[in-house]
């Protein structure tokens, strides 16, 4: 898949002015985990992945 046809997908922190972008759901999950965790004090559980995930968003391009 080539850079421009590549499906990037985003999530802005609700409680910060972070975006975060990767090529894929999982590593997105695993770049803003450590995000909640070293800068809100969240803990990294189930249910806050899961909370997470439903703030991504997938575009057809990078953001």
Do not use: Y
């Amino acid at each position: 898949m080539s850079e421009g046809s590549r499906r990037w997908h985003s999530c802005d922190c609700p409680d910060c002015t972070v975006f975060i972008a990767a090529d894929s759901e999982k590593d997105l999950l695993e770049a803003a985990v450590p995000h909640a965790v070293t800068v809100h004090g969240h803990q990294d559980n189930e249910e806050r992945r899961k909370t997470l995930s439903t703030l991504f968003k997938v575009g057809a391009s990078k953001p």
